[in-house]
C-alpha cells in the first residue's frame, strides 16, 4: 500500500468523491428500494460519543535499573516521579481507537504489539487502531538497544502488560463525552539544535570523515555560531474531553521538543512530559476528578529540536527546575487553546495503518574494518571516546538486514487528523506535512509503533552531523524521509477521500 493510493484511477477518484457528495441521498434510495424500514436509517441519528481515559503506573517495581539516553551504560537506583503510559479511548458508536504515550526513551515495535494484542483480545479494539508512542524522556528504563545502554530484559514483559492493562482499563471507563481541540503556541521552549558555524571553524565526526557542515548542541551564545540549520515548531494541539457533565476527561497535546533534562544520573523521571500532566491538571482544577483526568504530552518532530537557547544561552538550574519552569511555561500555552475548544457531541473516528520497507545503511568492508582495528588497539571494557563508541556501532550495524519494515498510521477525529512515525522525527517533516495536509488541523506523534532511529530529511543528511552519524540510533537509509512523509501524505489523502467508517451502512 506504500505509494498505490495516490495511483488511484480518475475514475475511482470520481466515484469516492461523488458518493462522499451524495452519499446520504445514494444510500436512501438504496433502502427504499429494497424496502429497509425508516426507523432503520434513523438509527445513525441517535449517534453516542464516549472517551475513556487511564494513566497507569509504569515506574519497575525492583531497582536498580538499566537507564536509557546515554551513549554509555548508566543504572538508576530510584524513580524522582512516577512513570506513566497515558492511555485515552474514543468510540464513536461504530469505531474505537487507542492513544497511548509512555514515559520511556523509545519502545521497541515487539512490545507494543504484544501490548496491542493483549489489549485487543481484553476490549476488541483493533490492533491497527491503536497508536502507541513514548515520551522520549532520557531517563526511563532502558528497553531498545542504543549505543552501550544495556536493555532491562526483565522489565520488557512488565511494560507490555501494564501498556496492555491501561487500554483495557480506558475502555472499561468509557462514558458518553464530547470531544474537541484547538491549537496553542509557545516559540520560548523550542530551538533547533542543528548549527552552520563561521567559515574556518573545524567541525569533527567520529568517522574521521571531514564532511560535516553543521555542529549539533554547539556552546551556547558563541563567537563561532552562525546561524541555525534548520526551523522550529511552537506549535501546541491540544485534544480533550469532557463527560456531558463538563467534566474533565483527558487532554492529549502536542510538542515538537525533544526533552529538557537536567536529572540526576542515578534517577529516573518523566522528564517535562510527566510534570506537564502535572502542572496542567492543577491549572484546570482536575486533581480531584473522578475518576481521575488524564493529561499527556507527546512528542511531536523534534529529531533536530530541543531546549537550549543557543542564541542567548541561559542560567544553569538545579536538578529538576529547568523541567518545572518548561512544563508550566507549556502548560499555561496548552491552557489557552484548551479554553478555546468548542466542543462537539459527535465527530466520526477513521483510523488506516500501513507497513513499508525502507533501506538500512550499512557499513562496508572497509569502515568495518577500520572499527575492528580501532577497537582491537583499544582493548576490551566500555568505551568513553566518541571514535571507539561508533566503532561498536559499525560493528553493530553490520548484522543489520539491508531492509527494515514499520508500521505507519493516519487517524481522523472530526476535522482533525493524527499521523505516526516510528522514528526521531525532524521538524522540517512534521511542518511539511502540516501544510501538505488536507486536515487542518494536522500533527504527527513520533517514536510511535516502534523504534526506527533518527529521520533526517535527505538535505539534512547531506549537512552531516550527529543525528545522520550511522548507529543503532540512526541507521535508515537516506531516502527513507521521503518514502515515510510520501506515505503519510497518502494516508491522509485516503482518509479525505474515503467516506468516515462510522457512516458506512454495515
Known sequence: MTHSIRLRSESKLLINRSFVKFGTMTFAWFAFSIGVPAFAMAADTDKVFRAGAVA???????????????????????????????????????????????????????????????????????????LCSATHTHTAVSVAPTFQSLV?????????????????????????????????????????????????????????????????????????????????????????????????????????????????????????????????TKMIDATESEPPFVAAMTNGTSGNINNINFFEGRDHQPPFEQIRLVANDVAASALVAYQRIQFEDWVPLTMRETEIEVGVRRPNADEIDRAKQLLADAGPGPKNDRKLIYAGETLDLAEYPPTMKMKLQAIRIGGLAIVSSPCETFVETGLTIKRSSPFQPTFTIELANGYNGYLPTPEQHALGGYETWRAKSSYLAVDAEPQIRETLLNLLDDLNDSQPESTVAR
Open 56 to 130: 497507569i503506573d509504569i515506574t519497575p517495581e525492583t531497582f536498580p535499573v538499566s537507564s536509557s539516553g546515554s551513549m554509555t551504560h548508566r543504572v538508576a537506583k530510584q524513580a524522582h516521579d512516577p512513570l506513566h503510559a497515558r492511555c485515552l479511548v474514543l468510540n464513536d458508536g461504530q469505531t474505537s481507537i487507542a492513544l497511548v504515550t509512555c514515559d520511556s526513551c523509545m519502545i521497541p515495535r515487539e512490545i507494543y504489539d504484544s501490548a496491542k494484542q493483549m489489549a485487543s483480545e481484553a476490549t476488541g479494539i483493533a490492533t491497527d487502531h491503536m
Open 152 to 280: 532491562e530484559d526483565d522489565y520488557l514483559p512488565f511494560l507490555a502488560k501494564r501498556i496492555a492493562a491501561g487500554i483495557t482499563q480506558a475502555h472499561s471507563q468509557l462514558e458518553p463525552a464530547r470531544i474537541g481541540w484547538a491549537i496553542g503556541n509557545n516559540p520560548s521552549q523550542v530551538f533547533n539544535r542543528r548549527w552552520f558555524l563561521r567559515p574556518g571553524v573545524e567541525i569533527n565526526d567520529p568517522f574521521d570523515l571531514g564532511t560535516d557542515r553543521v555542529r549539533v548542541n554547539p556552546s551556547a551564545n558563541s563567537p563561532t555560531l552562525l546561524q541555525p540549520a534548520g526551523p522550529v515548531d511552537p506549535e501546541i494541539p491540544v485534544l480533550a474531553v469532557q463527560a456531558l457533565d463538563g467534566r474533565p476527561i483527558g487532554m492529549w497535546a502536542n510538542y515538537s521538543l525533544h526533552y529538557v533534562g537536567g536529572v540526576p544520573p542515578e534517577s529516573l523521571s518523566a522528564d517535562y512530559f510527566g510534570e506537564f500532566a502535572r502542572q496542567f
